[in-house]
């Protein structure tokens, strides 16, 4: 009798002990930062989009734990970065690297830890926010390369012309390209607008931006009218293209005197172009600066002729020197005059 009251009585008797603690007394357990569980990580949640200061990491709604502390890491590097999980489990953090390094998120409470990995590469291509990356990409690809197609190349002097890459916003290329300096600049401000609605498509779909890490070198490069490779110029040309140079160094140095002492004799002779005046009269604080462009010439002119083993210029029949070089200024200008020989 008092074993059947007893049975009848045990249900209620439960039902007393456990409302403090329900969550143990059988059925699902929820996950849960307050009641001692370890955080949780929704890895499919994470995405990683290139910055300019480095990588942000990005948590959607329901990728972390509410109020857990999170914390990136770059692998490669070892730089971290920390932030909490606002209260729809969403997060934000910025940590310095680049596209090619790996990290990990680790996301820790009072109760555990978890670590998970993510990289760039890898990023854009979960659910259907990926699906759209190979086409923009693509896209962006070919702009890019549109972009450069026809740059202007045109030129006076060597120094106008530049070898560049094309890179602007969300997109560079190891592609390398020749062009006027004022050309380059006006192709990329001009891919910047063509392609800014595309880069922001690409942000907004978390895909990876197209940069690229270069390590060829870049060509010397000449102005005959347009820029040019060096090695492209011919035995007749590169002489001539040499002696055009010294004549532009020496137009842009200064002249102005206002006495002798202040013009010097500059030797502006080159071993690949024959000559039968190799002296000029520039001002003195206009010297240091001549002689290095001319330096500059020689080595680069001559010395590619040289590689291509161009045949030595013929000597000029010169009259005898008119008697000892001296710089003098003249009407305020500095010239060469000659002392005759004793």
């Not at 249900?11 to 955080?39: D, F």
């Not at 870049?218 to 010294?246: F, K, Q």
Request: charged share 15%.
């Amino acid at each position: 009798m008092k074993h059947s009251m007893l049975t009848r009585s045990l249900p209620w008797l439960l039902i007393a002990v456990c409302p403090p603690l329900l969550g143990r007394c059988g059925g699902a357990v929820e996950q849960s930062t307050e009641t001692g569980n370890p955080p949780v990580v929704e890895q499919q949640k994470l995405h990683v989009k290139l910055r300019d200061s480095g990588v942000e990491v990005v948590g959607d709604a329901g990728a972390i734990s509410p109020g857990a502390s999170v914390r990136v890491t770059n692998r490669t590097t070892g730089a971290s970065a920390e932030a909490t999980a606002r209260a729809d489990g969403s997060v934000n953090i910025v940590v310095p690297g680049s596209a090619q390094d790996e990290y990990e998120v680790t996301v820790s409470n009072g109760s555990g830890s978890q670590t998970v990995q993510v990289s760039v590469q890898a990023s854009g291509d979960n659910g259907d926010a990926g699906s759209a990356c190979p086409d923009l990409q693509r896209t962006l690809a070919a702009r890019g390369s549109a972009g450069f197609a026809d740059v202007d190349k045109s030129c006076q002097r060597d120094e106008q012309c530049v070898f560049t890459r094309p890179s602007a916003s969300c997109y560079s290329s190891c592609q390398g390209v020749i062009a006027s300096q004022s050309g380059a600049q006006a192709a990329a401000a001009a891919l910047v607008q063509d392609i800014a609605p595309l880069c922001k498509e690409i942000d907004d779909q978390g895909c990876v931006p197209l940069f690229s890490v270069c390590n060829e070198g870049a060509p010397v490069l000449a102005c005959n009218g347009s820029c040019v490779p060096i090695s492209t110029l011919s035995c007749d040309e590169l002489p001539a293209r040499a002696a055009a140079r010294v004549t532009t160094l020496l137009d842009d140095a200064s002249h102005t005197c206002s006495e002798d002492a202040d013009c010097s004799l500059a030797e502006v002779g080159l071993r690949c172009v024959p000559s039968c005046s190799n002296v000029q009269s520039v001002a003195s604080g206009a010297l240091a600066d001549l002689q290095r462009g001319i330096a500059a010439t020689e080595s680069l002119y001559c010395g590619a002729a040289e590689s291509l083993g161009c045949p030595a210029e013929p000597e000029l029949p010169c009259l005898p020197p008119l008697g000892t070089p001296q710089a003098a200024c003249n009407a305020g200008q500095c010239e060469v005059t000659y002392l005759p020989e004793p």
